[in-house]
């Protein structure tokens, strides 16, 4: 299960609509509860994608953008829990692509479908054990300020 304020989910949808129409990225930070991945912050990233052409469909966020992540979560007292993107004119289906991409068991995954620049939904998906494919998780969002506190 994903766990995330609301106010986090809008800031995801607006980045993914600022990024429309390359798909845009970055890392969601939080804890680990109860086997839910509980998001308290996000770390945007510039999609990094060598050929522009290709970023409506790709996506890649920097060894820097990931350390910088790591530092940021651990000054928090947080973990980097998931990585989610935006899929542009795409539903939020984990593609063979971001499989193929995938690299952390326990990570949410959560992608964003922009539809004509506009954020329509979110699903979000955990890598299986053996890394030979993905499972929709819940997505809980809340109102709430700070979630498992």
């Known amino acids: 299960m994903l766990k995330l304020m609301s106010q986090l989910q809008e800031e995801i949808n607006a980045q993914g609509a600022a990024a429309y129409p390359y ?8 804890r680990v509860e109860n086997e839910a991945n509980v998001v308290v912050g996000l770390f945007p990233a510039t999609n990094r994608w060598a050929v522009e052409a290709e970023k409506v469909e790709r996506f890649q966020i920097s060894s820097e953008d990931m350390l910088q ?11 980097v829990i998931g990585i989610y993107h935006s899929h542009p004119d795409h539903p939020p289906i984990a593609s063979p692509r971001d499989l193929a991409w995938a690299t952390w068991p326990g990570y949410s995954y959560l992608i964003t479908e922009v539809r004509q620049g506009q954020p329509w939904l979110s699903r979000s ?10 499972v929709e998780e819940v997505v809980e969002i809340s109102e709430e300020r700070e979630i498992g506190d």
Not at 69 to 79: K, S, V
């Open 125 to 134: 998906w955990q890598l299986l054990p053996d890394r030979s494919g993905f």
């Open 69 to 79: 992540a790591e530092l940021a979560a651990a000054g928090q007292g947080l973990d």
């Open 23 to 30: 798909e845009g990225c970055g890392l969601l930070l939080g």
